[in-house]
């Protein structure tokens, strides 16, 4: 279901997010060369054909070109469609419900991120 270039971006991610040193970022490493592949064979490929190109291309906006605001506005978009949301679902209340949760969610997240390496 990945895109061959969307994989490698998740691999280097989580090589990046492990900060591991000596024979432990070698075992990670290749954990992570196997286990991205199978978790893509065994889990993603059960996930909808329909949302695979959309999965894709969220992954390709915030793992590759670092644009937050692109992945979330795909990532509102497939939630829209995908999750049954109770007394607002097919709504445009509910787009917007998605998309203001993931908005806060990714401000929080960079500003934690930024926290992070200021320390």
């Known amino acids: 279901m990945l895109r061959e270039h969307v994989e490698k971006a998740v691999k280097k991610f989580l090589d ?47 793992l590759i070109e670092k644009d937050y605001d692109k992945a979330v506005s795909k990532t509102s978009i497939l939630l829209t469609d995908a999750v049954r949301t109770p007394l607002i679902d097919g709504t445009p209340q509910e787009a917007e419900a998605y998309l203001s949760a993931l908005q806060l969610l990714k401000t929080v997240l960079i500003y934690l991120l930024s926290a992070k390496k200021a320390a």
Do not use: C, F, M, W
């Open 16 to 62: 990046d997010v492990i900060p591991l040193r000596g024979i432990a970022e070698t075992l990670t490493d290749l954990g992570i060369s196997i286990g991205v592949p199978q978790l893509d064979n065994k889990l993603l490929d059960k996930i909808n054909p329909k949302y695979h190109n959309i999965i894709n291309e969220i992954l390709e906006h915030s």
